[in-house]
Protein backbone atom coordinates (compact mmCIF):
# COMPACT_ATOMS: atom_id res chain seq x y z
CA UNK A 1 0.00 0.00 0.00
CA UNK A 2 1.38 3.35 -0.33
CA UNK A 3 1.01 6.70 1.31
CA UNK A 4 -1.52 8.32 -1.19
CA UNK A 5 -3.89 4.96 -1.68
CA UNK A 6 -7.27 5.89 -0.55
CA UNK A 7 -6.84 2.84 1.74
CA UNK A 8 -4.38 4.98 3.27
CA UNK A 9 -6.06 7.99 3.54
CA UNK A 10 -9.04 6.51 5.07
CA UNK A 11 -7.37 4.62 7.61
CA UNK A 12 -5.67 8.04 8.87
CA UNK A 13 -9.16 9.92 8.35
CA UNK A 14 -10.20 6.99 11.02
CA UNK A 15 -7.33 7.59 13.02
CA UNK A 16 -8.16 10.99 13.71
CA UNK A 17 -11.74 11.00 13.75
CA UNK A 18 -12.49 12.60 10.24
CA UNK A 19 -14.79 12.56 7.88
CA UNK A 20 -13.58 12.50 3.82
CA UNK A 21 -13.67 16.09 3.32
CA UNK A 22 -15.80 16.70 0.11
CA UNK A 23 -13.35 19.38 -1.35
CA UNK A 24 -9.70 20.20 -0.33
CA UNK A 25 -11.11 23.74 0.76
CA UNK A 26 -10.19 25.91 4.16
CA UNK A 27 -13.08 24.67 6.10
CA UNK A 28 -11.69 21.18 5.61
CA UNK A 29 -8.51 22.16 6.36
CA UNK A 30 -9.62 23.78 9.76
CA UNK A 31 -11.33 21.14 10.75
CA UNK A 32 -8.22 18.03 10.41
CA UNK A 33 -5.83 20.62 11.50
CA UNK A 34 -7.91 20.90 15.08
CA UNK A 35 -8.92 17.23 14.74
CA UNK A 36 -5.18 16.26 14.36
CA UNK A 37 -4.01 18.29 17.09
CA UNK A 38 -6.78 16.68 19.40
CA UNK A 39 -5.84 13.06 18.50
CA UNK A 40 -1.90 12.65 17.68
CA UNK A 41 -0.02 13.85 20.73
CA UNK A 42 3.27 15.68 20.48
CA UNK A 43 5.73 13.19 21.80
CA UNK A 44 9.54 12.25 22.00
CA UNK A 45 8.72 8.70 23.62
CA UNK A 46 10.98 7.38 20.99
CA UNK A 47 14.17 9.22 21.66
CA UNK A 48 13.71 7.36 25.31
CA UNK A 49 12.44 3.76 24.17
CA UNK A 50 15.69 3.32 21.88
CA UNK A 51 13.64 3.52 18.85
CA UNK A 52 14.40 5.06 15.58
CA UNK A 53 13.26 8.41 14.19
CA UNK A 54 13.08 7.22 10.51
CA UNK A 55 11.88 10.40 8.38
CA UNK A 56 10.54 8.40 5.51
CA UNK A 57 6.36 8.75 4.85
CA UNK A 58 5.40 4.66 5.32
CA UNK A 59 7.43 4.94 8.05
CA UNK A 60 5.69 8.13 9.61
CA UNK A 61 1.90 6.59 8.48
CA UNK A 62 2.44 3.55 10.33
CA UNK A 63 4.09 5.16 13.88
CA UNK A 64 0.94 7.84 13.48
CA UNK A 65 -1.81 5.70 11.97
CA UNK A 66 -1.17 1.74 12.75
CA UNK A 67 1.08 2.20 15.92
CA UNK A 68 -1.20 4.95 17.24
CA UNK A 69 1.54 7.18 18.67
CA UNK A 70 2.44 10.98 17.96
CA UNK A 71 5.93 12.34 17.45
CA UNK A 72 8.17 15.52 16.99
CA UNK A 73 7.82 18.21 14.61
CA UNK A 74 9.22 16.36 12.03
CA UNK A 75 7.25 13.04 11.88
CA UNK A 76 3.65 14.52 12.82
CA UNK A 77 3.95 17.39 10.48
CA UNK A 78 5.27 14.96 7.64
CA UNK A 79 2.36 12.44 8.29
CA UNK A 80 -0.05 15.19 7.90
CA UNK A 81 1.53 16.38 4.57
CA UNK A 82 0.94 13.25 3.34
CA UNK A 83 -2.77 13.26 4.47
CA UNK A 84 -3.36 16.22 3.10
CA UNK A 85 -2.07 15.86 -0.31
CA UNK A 86 -4.05 12.36 -0.44
CA UNK A 87 -7.02 14.57 -0.25
CA UNK A 88 -6.08 17.21 -3.23
CA UNK A 89 -4.32 20.08 -1.26
CA UNK A 90 -0.80 21.02 -2.59
CA UNK A 91 1.54 20.99 0.45
CA UNK A 92 5.25 22.34 1.15
CA UNK A 93 7.67 21.28 3.65
CA UNK A 94 9.24 24.74 5.21
CA UNK A 95 11.96 24.68 7.37
CA UNK A 96 11.89 27.23 10.18
CA UNK A 97 14.46 28.38 13.43
CA UNK A 98 12.60 27.79 16.80
CA UNK A 99 13.16 31.73 18.69
CA UNK A 100 14.64 31.60 22.34
CA UNK A 101 14.25 33.05 24.94
CA UNK A 102 17.20 35.14 24.31
CA UNK A 103 14.84 36.42 21.19
CA UNK A 104 18.12 34.90 18.98
CA UNK A 105 16.61 31.94 16.35
CA UNK A 106 18.39 27.90 16.66
CA UNK A 107 19.62 25.92 14.45
CA UNK A 108 18.08 25.59 10.85
CA UNK A 109 16.09 23.25 10.13
CA UNK A 110 15.27 23.48 13.97
CA UNK A 111 11.56 23.06 13.08
CA UNK A 112 9.02 21.62 10.36
CA UNK A 113 6.38 24.07 9.64
CA UNK A 114 3.55 23.62 6.29
CA UNK A 115 2.62 25.60 3.71
CA UNK A 116 -1.00 24.37 2.44
CA UNK A 117 -2.70 25.57 -0.51
CA UNK A 118 -6.21 24.76 -1.37
CA UNK A 119 -8.41 24.03 -4.18
CA UNK A 120 -9.61 27.52 -4.46
CA UNK A 121 -5.94 28.99 -3.96
CA UNK A 122 -5.67 30.12 -0.32
CA UNK A 123 -2.62 29.70 0.81
CA UNK A 124 -2.35 28.86 5.20
CA UNK A 125 0.41 28.05 7.62
CA UNK A 126 -0.18 24.75 9.03
CA UNK A 127 1.80 23.03 11.99
CA UNK A 128 0.57 20.70 13.87
CA UNK A 129 3.87 19.65 15.16
CA UNK A 130 4.78 22.57 17.70
CA UNK A 131 2.58 21.89 20.98
CA UNK A 132 1.18 24.29 22.25
CA UNK A 133 0.32 26.70 19.40
CA UNK A 134 -2.29 27.65 16.97
CA UNK A 135 -5.71 25.71 16.80
CA UNK A 136 -6.06 26.46 13.43
CA UNK A 137 -4.27 26.73 10.28
CA UNK A 138 -3.25 30.30 9.84
CA UNK A 139 -3.45 33.15 7.07
CA UNK A 140 -0.20 32.77 5.20
CA UNK A 141 -0.28 35.98 3.38
CA UNK A 142 -2.26 37.90 5.77
CA UNK A 143 0.31 40.45 7.71
CA UNK A 144 -2.93 41.19 10.95
CA UNK A 145 -3.56 39.34 14.44
CA UNK A 146 -5.02 36.71 13.82
CA UNK A 147 -7.39 35.48 16.55
CA UNK A 148 -6.87 31.36 17.66
CA UNK A 149 -8.35 29.72 20.79
CA UNK A 150 -4.58 29.29 21.41
CA UNK A 151 -3.61 32.95 21.06
CA UNK A 152 -3.24 35.56 19.18
CA UNK A 153 -0.97 35.01 16.14
CA UNK A 154 0.91 37.32 13.62
CA UNK A 155 3.01 36.74 10.63
CA UNK A 156 5.20 39.64 10.16
CA UNK A 157 8.53 39.79 7.47
CA UNK A 158 11.78 39.15 8.85
CA UNK A 159 15.12 39.60 7.39
CA UNK A 160 16.36 38.36 4.37
CA UNK A 161 12.97 37.42 2.80
CA UNK A 162 11.54 35.15 5.98
CA UNK A 163 8.84 35.14 8.16
CA UNK A 164 8.47 35.54 11.77
CA UNK A 165 5.62 33.87 13.58
CA UNK A 166 4.32 35.93 16.67
CA UNK A 167 1.91 34.37 19.76
CA UNK A 168 0.88 37.53 21.46
CA UNK A 169 3.29 39.39 20.95
CA UNK A 170 6.27 36.81 21.14
CA UNK A 171 8.48 35.57 17.87
CA UNK A 172 7.91 31.82 18.39
CA UNK A 173 9.67 31.02 14.79
CA UNK A 174 11.46 31.90 12.13
CA UNK A 175 9.78 30.56 9.27
CA UNK A 176 11.90 29.90 5.38
CA UNK A 177 9.73 30.15 2.31
CA UNK A 178 11.41 28.27 0.05
CA UNK A 179 10.11 25.05 -0.03
CA UNK A 180 12.45 22.15 1.19
CA UNK A 181 12.18 18.06 0.58
CA UNK A 182 12.10 15.79 3.43
CA UNK A 183 15.73 14.60 3.39
CA UNK A 184 16.84 17.94 4.02
CA UNK A 185 15.17 17.93 7.68
CA UNK A 186 17.61 14.77 8.26
CA UNK A 187 20.14 16.36 10.31
CA UNK A 188 17.94 19.01 12.27
CA UNK A 189 15.71 15.42 13.23
CA UNK A 190 19.68 14.17 14.49
CA UNK A 191 20.02 17.24 16.24
CA UNK A 192 17.27 17.09 18.50
CA UNK A 193 17.70 13.65 19.00
CA UNK A 194 21.68 13.58 20.21
CA UNK A 195 22.91 16.89 21.33
CA UNK A 196 22.89 17.45 24.93
CA UNK A 197 21.69 21.57 23.37
CA UNK A 198 18.36 20.06 22.77
CA UNK A 199 15.87 19.57 25.36
CA UNK A 200 14.28 16.77 23.87
CA UNK A 201 16.98 13.82 24.72
CA UNK A 202 16.81 15.87 28.15
CA UNK A 203 13.18 15.63 28.30
CA UNK A 204 10.49 13.39 28.50
CA UNK A 205 6.74 14.82 26.64
CA UNK A 206 3.43 13.60 25.45
CA UNK A 207 0.94 16.17 24.95
CA UNK A 208 -1.70 16.89 23.08
CA UNK A 209 -4.87 19.22 23.34
CA UNK A 210 -8.25 18.71 24.01
CA UNK A 211 -11.68 20.24 24.31
CA UNK A 212 -11.22 21.78 27.64
CA UNK A 213 -7.51 22.77 27.13
CA UNK A 214 -4.37 20.35 26.87
CA UNK A 215 -3.06 17.37 28.67
CA UNK A 216 0.83 16.90 29.02
CA UNK A 217 2.46 13.69 30.87
CA UNK A 218 6.34 14.26 31.45
CA UNK A 219 6.31 11.21 33.57
CA UNK A 220 5.78 10.89 36.23
CA UNK A 221 4.37 14.06 36.02
CA UNK A 222 0.90 14.65 34.76
CA UNK A 223 -0.08 18.09 34.43
CA UNK A 224 -4.01 19.09 33.12
CA UNK A 225 -4.76 22.32 31.98
CA UNK A 226 -8.44 23.20 31.72
CA UNK A 227 -9.61 26.81 30.76
CA UNK A 228 -7.21 28.71 32.53
CA UNK A 229 -6.98 26.28 35.65
CA UNK A 230 -3.70 24.13 36.20
CA UNK A 231 -3.49 20.72 37.76
CA UNK A 232 -0.47 19.25 38.33
CA UNK A 233 0.10 15.85 40.13
CA UNK A 234 3.08 13.18 40.18
CA UNK A 235 1.58 9.46 39.47
CA UNK A 236 2.55 7.19 41.46
CA UNK A 237 3.94 3.62 39.87
CA UNK A 238 4.70 2.32 36.47
CA UNK A 239 1.05 0.89 36.35
CA UNK A 240 -0.23 4.29 36.57
CA UNK A 241 1.64 6.05 34.09
CA UNK A 242 1.29 3.22 31.75
CA UNK A 243 -2.97 3.55 32.33
CA UNK A 244 -2.04 7.32 31.72
CA UNK A 245 -0.18 6.64 28.44
CA UNK A 246 -3.23 4.27 27.58
CA UNK A 247 -6.35 6.26 28.43
CA UNK A 248 -5.21 10.11 28.02
CA UNK A 249 -3.23 9.03 24.43
CA UNK A 250 -4.32 5.67 23.36
CA UNK A 251 -0.36 4.77 23.60
CA UNK A 252 0.10 1.69 24.62
CA UNK A 253 3.44 0.41 26.32
CA UNK A 254 5.20 -2.70 27.18
CA UNK A 255 8.07 -0.99 28.20
CA UNK A 256 8.12 2.42 29.78
CA UNK A 257 10.42 5.28 28.72
CA UNK A 258 12.94 6.67 30.49
CA UNK A 259 14.86 9.70 30.62
CA UNK A 260 18.20 8.74 31.52
CA UNK A 261 19.80 12.23 32.58
CA UNK A 262 16.66 12.46 35.09
CA UNK A 263 15.71 15.91 34.23
CA UNK A 264 12.24 16.03 33.10
CA UNK A 265 10.77 18.72 31.42
CA UNK A 266 7.01 19.38 31.50
CA UNK A 267 6.75 22.60 28.78
CA UNK A 268 5.56 21.06 25.39
CA UNK A 269 7.36 23.36 23.22
Not at 148 to 154: A, S
Not at 170 to 198: I, M, N
Request: charged share 30%; proline share 6%.
Amino acid sequence: MTTHEPAAIDAYLRRIGAERPGRADAAALRELHLLHLRTVPFENLSLHLDEPVVLEEKALLNKVVAARRGGFCYEINTAFAVLLRGLGYEVALLQARVIGPDGKPGIPYDHMALLVETAEGERWLADVGFGDHSHYPLAFDAREDQQDPGGVFRIVEAEEGDLDVLRDGKPKYRLEVRPRELADFEAGAWYHQTSPDSHFPRSLICSRLTEEGRITLSAPKLIVRTGGEREERVLEGEEAVRDAYRELFGIELDVLPAVRSGIFNSDPR
